[in-house]
């Protein structure tokens, strides 16, 4: 997240890291920094399988035989919001989330194009209706999604999404009395093809996990 407590500022460039995945750049005065996933849980409408609430990835989408799939991500705010004081507000001028996809195993025919919508949470995970996660009254419209996988994923390869409409609900650039409660979010799957419903068959999309041993592959944001 590219983080000033200034009102008004520009911009340096960032070298990113991530070859091809543009990284935030850093405003004149402010500061630059990643923050990585405390937490993933995969949680999924009737029937479950293997995945729910055990698997150490991210998980997304719906499957013969399976409910749709959503997992829920957490990520701590405080590094950022402890760079406020009594005089100056934390503003968050630009975020992104990043995910590395990984290589499908399962059956190419029932891939399905598709995005991955970020979705925060009204109250916390676990007072979530889970029965039917994709009209839930506890889980907002999306703020955000990651690029289409257009195609069926036959490498591991890294991804992003714009998350500053998202991390602003938490950190709000007018003020802290305007901060929303961090219950965090969840990561939903939506197909491109017209006419085609979540609840559809298709393929699950999975991603690195918080668990992960190489920081480079666990969900954060910039």
């Known amino acids: 997240a590219v983080v000033s407590t200034q009102s008004t500022g520009s911009s340096s460039s960032t ?6 995945v543009p990284l935030c750049e850093k405003p004149l005065g402010g500061d630059r920094t990643e923050i990585r996933s405390t937490k993933t849980v995969v ?3 009737d029937p479950s399988d293997g995945d729910d609430g055990s698997t150490e990835e991210v998980v997304v989408g719906k499957t013969k035989g399976s409910g749709v799939k959503v997992t829920y991500v957490e990520f701590d705010y405080d590094e950022i919001l402890s760079l406020g004081n009594e005089t100056h507000n934390v503003w968050v001028y630009e975020s992104k989330m990043f995910l590395k996809v990984k290589e499908s195993t399962e059956n ?4 399905i194009p598709q995005v991955t919508e970020i979705r925060p949470l009204t109250d916390p995970i676990d007072s979530v209706d889970t029965t039917d996660l994709v009209n839930n009254d506890g889980i907002e419209e999306p703020t955000g999604e990651f690029r289409e996988i257009k195609k069926f994923p036959t490498n591991d390869r890294k991804t992003f999404a714009e998350f500053t409409d998202t991390i602003q609900k938490y950190i709000n650039p ?8 961090n219950n965090g979010i969840v990561l ?15 393929i699950n999309i999975r991603y690195y996990g ?3 041993e190489d920081e480079e592959d666990k969900p954060f944001i910039d």
């Open 15 to 20: 070298t990113s890291s991530y070859p091809g």
């Open 43 to 45: 949680y999924m409408e």
């Open 108 to 111: 190419k025919k029932h891939f």
């Open 174 to 181: 007018s003020g802290t009395e305007y901060n929303k409660d």
């Open 188 to 202: 939903v799957n939506k197909y491109t093809e017209e006419g085609v419903t979540p609840q559809d068959d298709g």
């Open 210 to 212: 918080t668990e992960e």
